[in-house]
């Protein structure tokens, strides 16, 4: 396997039989599904398949890597997500990666709702504290609908896609904190948070702001063309 380009560290297209728990990574990172964590064929944006969490103890997981370290790198996470339910009063967490001497020190991605109005945010909290966090764009998302979220850093800013289209920039100056435990995605360390639905083409690039402005989501799964070159990478630059 091979990744889409050399700042891709994750790359998951979820595809596979329905109920497998084999979940492969185009970086060669190896994941472990726990709880009910599955490949499903009920839903899907590309493949034929995608990521099932039942919202009860599922997740994947991944042993710690110096890929998984922000600092002050531009970076980028996207993936389509379509829930079974939507969120009430607690967040489903898609991303979690926390310091495991203290798990209060984390960084991750929750959806979450508030006044039946729906946001994803990218927040990093060390000793207690907010070090980074987006700010808050309610939307109204739909059950059982897939969408396209992008968060973006770009120098000093971080862009909050959905769909393509730029709902919040936020200024950020944090160099992010190296966090060493096991990457999550799908519920945090505690197993508190659990994301309810489905999860597709789920990829994050570390060293590369995808994009800053408004674009339209890719529209095939992140291909390969010889070299290791995506096609849709360099289209998203306009190359193609």
């Known amino acids: 396997m091979a990744v889409d380009d050399i700042y ?25 599904a726990a709880g009910n964590a599955k490949i499903s064929t009920s839903r899907s944006v590309f493949g034929g398949a995608s990521g099932y969490f039942d919202g009860n103890g599922d997740y994947i997981s991944t042993p710690a890597n110096a890929d998984f370290g922000l600092g002050s790198n531009n970076f980028t996470f996207d993936f389509r997500f379509n829930t079974a339910a939507l969120p009430t009063a607690t967040p489903y967490q898609i991303y979690h990666i926390y310091n495991p001497s203290d798990p209060n020190d984390y960084f991750r991605i929750t959806m979450w709702q508030s006044g039946g109005s729906y946001t994803f945010q990218l927040q990093e909290v060390i000793n207690g504290s907010n070090s980074f966090s ?13 969408y396209h979220i992008a968060f973006c850093r770009s120098g000093s800013n971080v862009y909050y896609f959905v769909n393509g289209v730029l709902k919040t920039t936020t200024a950020c100056s944090t160099t992010f904190t190296y966090l060493t435990s096991s990457l999550f995605i799908g519920n945090d360390s505690g197993n508190g948070a659990p994301y309810y639905g489905y999860l597709d083409e789920f990829r994050f690039s570390n060293g590369i702001a995808r994009w800053t402005s408004d674009f339209t989501p890719p529209t095939q799964p992140y291909p390969l063309l010889p070299g290791g070159v995506s096609a849709v990478y360099l289209s998203d630059f306009g190359f193609m």
Do not use: I, P, R
């Open 8 to 32: 891709t560290k994750v790359l998951l297209h979820f595809d596979g039989a329905n109920g497998s728990t084999t979940f492969a990574d185009e970086s060669g990172k190896v994941w472990t």
């Open 134 to 146: 987006t700010n808050l764009n309610y939307e109204s998302f739909s059950n059982a609908t897939w």
